[in-house]
């Protein structure tokens, strides 16, 4: 089992619509998540931070966390074309140390005019 | 703002060579971690310095090797290259521990 799992996609919307992107992650004390935004060939971008349970939201992007279900998701609203990328999912501070940030496979998003 | 500086952008090498990668931390941050990725592979974990020391080590293999200098750039070698060492190498600038990661803009490594 991967220590980040995330759905590979692609996820298809329309321009204009909610994407919703999901993780989940497998040490329970992890402490610190975060979402990246990679374009083909290039160096992943960060686009959210979140430590602790909730949401957070900057922009047209909410993250939400729930330690207790392991579970983290990006929620991208107002959709746009620019927004097709591979979204990563990153953990970091679990048992293995906090200087080990653990990236999910990926889910590729497709947003479409 | 100051971002993350990888030298060279693009490297060719020859199977047995050995190559030298460079990473240039944002100012004032004193964590770096790097990263391999592999086509359509999600960033693999290599290795991690804090304040000069190596703190992590992930799937590196033996024949690579690294450090983090007094100010505080870090450089990966890498010898007896071989065909699968062929992808793109990220670094990361982190200041502190556990925090936000911004990764330079990578140095895609070809074998021939």
């Known amino acids: 089992q991967k220590e980040v799992e995330q759905n590979s996609g692609p996820l298809s919307v329309p321009e204009g619509a909610i994407a919703s992107l999901n993780c989940t992650y497998s040490?329970?004390?992890?402490?610190?998540f975060f979402w990246y935004r990679q374009y083909s060939g290039k160096s992943p971008e960060l686009i959210m931070s979140?430590?602790?349970?909730g949401d957070k939201e900057d922009g047209r992007f909410t993250a939400q966390l729930n330690k207790a279900s392991q579970y983290v998701s990006l929620l991208i609203r107002d959709s746009q074309p620019s927004d097709s990328a591979t979204y990563l999912c990153?953990?970091?501070?679990?048992?293995?140390?906090?200087?080990?940030?653990?990236f999910g496979a990926g889910t590729r998003l497709a947003v479409h005019p | 703002a100051a971002g993350v500086i990888q030298s060279p952008r693009h490297l060719i090498k020859e199977k047995r060579e050995t190559a030298t990668l460079k990473c240039y931390p944002i100012?004032?941050?004193?964590?770096v971690y790097w990263y391999q990725q592999g086509p359509g592979q999600d960033p693999q974990f290599l290795i991690s310095?804090?304040?000069?020391?190596?703190?992590d080590k992930g799937s590196i293999p033996d024949r690579f090797s690294a450090q983090q200098f007094s100010d505080y750039h870090s450089e990966l070698n890498m010898s007896s290259l071989e065909l699968g060492d062929s992808a793109l190498y990220f670094c990361a600038s982190i200041k502190g521990l556990n925090t936000e990661a911004f990764f330079g803009q990578g140095t895609r490594l070809t074998v021939v």
């Open positions: 040490d329970r004390v992890s402490q610190s």
């Open positions: 310095f804090y304040e000069k020391m190596q703190s």
């Open positions: 100012p004032r941050h004193d964590t």
């Open positions: 979140i430590y602790s349970n």
């Open positions: 990153a953990v970091n501070g679990g048992s293995g140390g906090y200087n080990k940030l653990i």
